[in-house]
Nanobody
Framework: QVQLVESGGGLVQPGGSLRLSCAASGSIFSINAMGWYRQAPGKERELVASITSGGRTDYGDSVKGRFTISRDGAKNTVYLQMNSLKPEDTAVYYC????????????????WGQGTLVTVSS
């Protein structure tokens, strides 16, 4: 069993910053890509940012230049630094990881966290 536990969400004023963390635990042999997605009320889930095991990053167009994703491989943890937050960034943010639980597995298992709410409002 693999679990992703997010933390760091909350209420912040427009223009403010938040840092989200997501720690993977359980039976883990290796993790490929890790990422953050978000879902606002009435909207589909969308990619915020992702990072591969080699450090290559990808960002959604709406957050480029404002958000930064990073990871600590030793801790199986991914972070999302969010700056210059806007009301339209309000959403539930979900952590995602592609995990191999054992060395002999040929495919990565996609795992999701439970989500953390980010509210940007004055």
């Amino acid at each position: 069993q693999v679990q992703l536990v997010e933390s760091g969400g909350g209420l912040v004023q427009p223009g403010g910053s938040l840092r989200l963390s997501c720690a993977a635990s359980g039976s883990i042999f290796s993790i490929n890509a890790m990422g953050w997605y978000r879902q606002a009320p009435g909207k589909e889930r969308e990619l915020v940012a992702s990072i591969t095991s080699g450090g290559r990053t990808d960002y959604g167009d709406s957050v480029k230049g404002r958000f930064t994703i990073s990871r600590d491989g030793a801790k199986n943890t991914v972070y999302l630094q969010m700056n210059s937050l806007k009301p339209e960034d309000t959403a539930v943010y979900y952590c995602n990881a592609d995990v191999k639980r054992h060395w002999y597995e040929t495919k990565y298992l996609e795992v999701w966290g439970q989500g953390t709410l980010v509210t940007v409002s004055s």
